[in-house]
């Protein structure tokens, strides 16, 4: 039982280049999160899903895109990589219930040249 | 507009003394609040949590109070040990799904 995985731990992108941050739970749950944290700050919601198919823009969506087509992966899209989405971003999963707390992944460090 | 507040940065506490982690809201209206401890290169870890009904919840060494009237909650570590020093998030949720981190603080328990 592995929880939430992310992939890749690392990557340096260029400016103007995309790519795909993959997050995996085999919880079962229905709610997943992206959230990023810049150095000095808390965890920014950029995306969340409460299940397969339905998904919707938290506080800092500019620049990103997801997918949600199953109830296990919740893949965040780069477009057009800048240097402002240099960050770390985890993904996050809980049951659906108020308040229920968030399981993390181990997060992703990106950084943007 | 920051909702949740963590106003200290960064913390030292000796080995075996009590520490107070504090967090400032705005929104009277969240229902749950959380507290996440973080370490260096790893996810935030889910620690403790309490209810808007109540003022007080205990596990372990960590317990966190609970002040509606003056919108503010404390985490409590007694005794702190080294492996206690992290970064400690509070987060609060008001039923949209969503949960709003504050921005840490780093507590160093010094041996």
């Known amino acids: 039982n592995a929880g939430v995985t992310q992939t890749p731990k690392f990557r340096i992108l260029k400016i103007g280049q995309s790519m795909t941050l993959q997050c995996t739970q085999d919880?079962?749950?229905?709610?997943m999160y992206w959230y990023r944290q810049d150095p000095g700050m808390g965890l920014k919601l950029i995306y969340y899903?409460?299940?397969?198919?339905?998904?919707d823009k938290g506080e800092v969506p500019n620049g990103y895109n997801v997918s949600r087509s199953t109830t296990e992966d919740f893949p965040l899209r780069l477009e057009l990589a800048a240097p402002s989405q240099t960050s770390v971003y985890f993904c996050?999963?809980?049951?659906?219930?108020?308040?229920?707390?968030?399981?993390f992944g181990p997060g992703t460090r990106l950084t943007v040249l | 507009d920051q909702q949740v507040k963590q106003n200290s940065p960064s913390l030292s506490v000796q080995e075996g003394r009590i520490s107070i982690l504090n967090c400032d809201y705005t929104?009277?209206?969240?229902?749950?609040f959380l507290w996440y401890k973080k370490y260096p290169a790893e996810g935030p870890t889910f620690l403790i949590s309490?209810?808007?009904?109540?003022d007080k919840n205990e596990d372990g060494r960590f317990t966190v109070f609970l002040n509606k009237s003056a919108k503010h909650l404390s985490l409590h570590i007694v005794p702190s040990q080294p492996g206690d020093s992290a970064v400690y998030f509070c987060?609060?949720?008001?039923?949209?799904?969503?949960?709003?981190f504050g921005t840490g603080t780093r507590l160093k328990v010094l041996a």
């Open positions: 996050a999963t809980n049951s659906g219930s108020g308040g229920d707390t968030q399981y």
């Open positions: 919880m079962n749950h229905n709610y």
């Open positions: 899903s409460v299940g397969a198919g339905i998904t």
């Open positions: 929104n009277s209206m969240f229902d749950y």
């Open positions: 309490i209810s808007s009904i109540k």
């Open positions: 987060a609060a949720y008001k039923g949209t799904y969503k949960y709003i």
